[in-house]
């Protein structure tokens, strides 16, 4: 491909030093440039790519593109918005892999990476190939193993390679989970995307969007530019339901689901057990049987998400409750790692999402028994939510571990301590504090008995903690594995 091919994409821009080279590959990180590169000079949260432009010539790049003229002797193509150029850029370059791919998004503040798994699990169960991207990494089917991800949504060069190599792959099914940070910041600009599907929004990323109103726009972006033909699944329970309603385009199919409002896709008489949840799912007048293998309110409403989706794409009923069925669990999603006690290990880091595993681990609580929840909250990120964790905690736990999550710059004892802000009294036979993470989780076997319920939240399949300093190996299954030897799963 040649820098002439590229900048015919582009409707506003301007030349410097102009030389129609061949593009040999697309770059972003300078460290990370190689001949014949080109460079996209992004401006991000805490750097700018302009101050590494020098660095990426120096290491083979043949052409820079840039929102400002640079004294660099290299072709430049300067433009408004570098991170929408390098989405058209990256898409073309691939071969605009997302035209040949049903491209499925999943956002919301929670489930989407239970959801993106169910959904990928119903349309192999329909004999079709599907591949997913998201939190754990991406996968070409769900007996794959993960390949690691830095981002919930890749950046475009990424996420455009990994989707050629699906389409190359024989792969015409992708589901994928979709950011509010990729959706602001154009990482999935250019993707044709034939289905959407809301879970639910709540606090998060604040530190970010600064209000939940700019936090709502970036998640409407995806259903904004759903083209005629498409999907859109909404949570009909959530408050945010009818805003998203609202700015789908006409002409795209919709289908609501949930358990208290009038929907398409209703949930009905739901118990719960230790093995998971069983349910009734009504759609178009007809009742279905589901035994579901998750557990939890929210494991119900990701499983109606992923249901609704199916019939979207005209999948049977039976198959998808088939599919839905014989899944067994997600991992770091209310995956249970010990059963005397009951150890449960949640990825819950926002105020919602705690709420919600500890009224689901509450409902496998025996009215005898404690209900003990660990968790912190990660440095630098929206410290509003911090006190709003303690509370719920508080209010919903009969004891309480406090900890560190991923301190990164921030001193742990800091960040304990504006939680702490958020629990009403401070009880020294029920609420505990620790900031080594490690010890805390030691510190369990200490305060609990067989007939327990625990839950540790915040990190759930992550395999490590982000220090000051350094990012170190934590698996907080592992710790509770060494803990407990007890009745392992």
Known sequence: MHLSEV????????????????????SYNSLLTKQGDIFICIRGETSDGHKYARSAVENGASALFCEEELELNVPQIIVKDTKRTMAKIASAFYGEPSKNINLIGVTGTNGKTTVTHLIQRIIEENSEKCALIGTLGYKLSSTDSYKEAKHTTPQPPELQRDLRLMSDRGINNVV???????????????CDFDGAVFTNLTQDHLDYHITMSNYFKAKAMLFEGLKQGAFAVINADDSYADD???????????????????CDVKAENIDFSIDGAKLDVVYNNTTYKLNLHLNGMFSVYNALAA????????INCNTIIKALENTKSVAGRFEIVNKKPLVIVDYAHTPDGLENVLKAARELTPETSDLICLFGCGGDRDTTKRPKMGKIADELSDKIVVTSDNPRSEDPQLIISDIMTGIKTVDTKRVFVEPDRRQAIKFLKSISKPEDVIVIAGKGHEDYQILKNETIHFDDREEARKVFAGVTI
């Open 7 to 26: 900048i015919k994409l582009l409707d506003d821009y301007k030349t410097k030093n102009y030389n129609d080279v061949e593009i040999e590959g697309i």
């Open 244 to 262: 998203f309603l609202k700015v789908i385009p006409e002409k795209v199919k919709v289908i609501t689901y949930g358990v208290k409002n009038n």
């Open 176 to 190: 994928m989970e979709v950011s509010s940070h990729s959706l602001e910041q154009q990482r999935v600009g250019c």
């Open 307 to 314: 249901f609704a989706a199916g019939l979207s794409m005209n």
